[in-house]
C-alpha cells in the first residue's frame, strides 16, 4: 500500500476591518485572493465604507499568499471606487508575489505602496 504526504490546502481568502481611532479605515485580507465570489467582497466592503464616509483606506495585503488577474482587478475597482469618492486607498504590507504581480503589470506605478499599515497612515494628504 502506498502512502502519499497530504499537500496543506490553500489558505482560505479571509477579510476584515477596523476603523482606526483617527478615522482611517483598515482592511486585512488574507489567503489567496483569486477568481471567485469571495474576493468580490473586497469592492463590496470598500462601498460600504466610502457610503459610510471613510474616504481614507487602507488595503493591508500582508497576509496576501496569492493573487492573480481577479484578485488584482479587485484592487482596481476598489481604487475606482474610492478616487471617485474623493478618497484616498493604500496598500500595505505587499511583498512577494503580490508585489510581483503589482510590478509585472506595471500598477505599481498606479498604486501607492508602504511597508506597513502605520507607514501607510502617515501617507494620507
Known amino acids: 500500500m502506498k502512502v502519499s504526504a497530504m499537500k496543506p490546502s490553500p489558505a482560505p481568502f ?4 477596523r476603523i482606526r481611532e ?7 485580507l488574507a489567503g489567496r485572493i483569486m477568481l ?4 468580490a467582497r473586497i469592492e463590496t466592503l470598500t462601498r460600504e465604507l466610502l457610503a459610510a464616509g471613510r474616504r481614507k483606506l487602507i488595503l493591508d495585503v500582508s497576509g496576501v499568499t496569492h493573487i492573480d488577474s481577479t484578485g488584482i482587478g479587485r484592487f482596481i475597482s476598489s481604487l475606482n471606487q474610492t ?3 474623493g478618497g484616498q486607498l ?4 505587499a511583498g512577494g508575489v503580490v508585489r510581483d504581480g503589482f510590478r509585472v503589470t506595471r500598477l505599481d506605478t498606479v498604486f501607492q505602496f508602504a511597508p506597513d499599515v502605520e507607514t501607510a ?3 494620507f494628504r
Open 14 to 17: 479571509e477579510i476584515e476591518h
Open 22 to 28: 483617527d478615522g482611517i479605515a483598515v482592511i486585512r
Open 36 to 39: 471567485g465570489q469571495e474576493s
Open 83 to 85: 478616487m471617485q469618492a
Open 90 to 93: 493604500l496598500l500595505a504590507g
Open 121 to 123: 497612515a502617515t501617507r
